[in-house]
């Protein structure tokens, strides 16, 4: 699997939705979105993948963009019977492309939110990420509240969003602060540190480090349904991509892909989300 920074990440992309959804109050759509019917005439499927959430999406080394979310766009593609055209988007962008009809869809951690159904339509889930407790099989932590202890160090990098979780939260664990998630994982590994909260899915890159009998503390704190989006009212699209993703779910590719770009299976099985039928 290849190397790449997950710092910041979900706070990154959490701020950049707050300022977005801001913009969009009144947001109406510039341009029809092209029917199932234009799509499949055209020969050509126009996906937004963001190059900067690795690995969904990252630049490889010959500077195209890559990842989990290319795979599976290019998927999409071969089920509909057409070529797809990737389209770099970036946080604050991702929505107002698929809204003005500049893409057919947008993937890149899109998390389906009764804000974001504001403004796109999704698909049924396509993949999850689990918001959760990172700590060792050394410790008998049930949830995150067993944490919310004098005696519990906690280790978080600096700025990222359960920074403000763990201090509203669990005021009584000490916290320690470190700058990127190499630093926080071997933090626990070498001992210094108890356990760790972020989205447990982008931690196998660090734990698979260290020679430690890691655990994930069963109950999830959160876990995010993500989808893919499409301008409001596309439900011919809609509908056909949500076809191809059970395909995908069925035949074991989604799987397949996110073990090969995140290093393990996923932790929550998008299936069991409310939209899923």
Request: charged share 25%; proline share 4%.
């Amino acid at each position: 699997m290849k190397s790449f920074k997950n710092a910041n990440r979900r706070s990154f992309m959490m701020a950049s939705s707050i300022a977005l959804m801001s913009g969009l109050a009144g947001w109406t759509n510039l341009a029809s979105a092209r029917t199932l019917a234009e799509i499949l005439a055209s020969k050509k499927l126009v996906v937004g993948v963001n190059p900067t959430l690795p690995p969904l999406g990252i630049f490889n080394d010959k500077n195209e963009i890559d990842g989990f979310d290319v795979d599976i766009a290019r998927k999409f593609g071969e089920l509909l019977g057409v070529k797809t055209e990737i389209v770099q988007v970036g946080s604050p962008d991702r929505i107002p492309f698929v809204s003005s009809g500049k893409i057919d869809a947008v993937l890149g951690a899109m998390t389906i939110t009764a804000e974001r159904q504001k403004v796109i339509d999704f698909t049924i889930p396509l993949h999850t990420e689990i918001l959760g407790v990172l700590t060792t099989k050394a410790k008998t932590y049930k949830d995150m509240m067993d944490l919310n202890d004098a005696a519990v160090r906690l280790v978080q990098v600096r700025g990222s969003t359960p920074v403000k979780l763990a201090q509203e939260k669990l005021p009584k664990a000490q916290l320690l602060l470190l700058d990127n998630y190499p630093d926080a994982v071997r933090a626990i590994a070498q001992g210094r540190a108890d356990a760790m909260i972020d989205v447990m899915d982008f931690m196998t890159e660090h734990t698979a480090k260290h020679k430690v009998d890691w655990r994930i503390v069963d109950a999830p704190i959160d876990v995010y349904y993500c989808g893919v989006g499409v301008q409001k009212g596309n439900d011919t699209l809609r509908e056909r991509l949500n076809g191809a993703i059970k395909e995908l779910h069925r035949n074991g590719y989604v799987d397949d892909r996110w073990k090969k770009w995140l290093g393990g299976p996923m932790l929550q099985d998008p299936r069991t989300h409310s939209s899923y039928k």
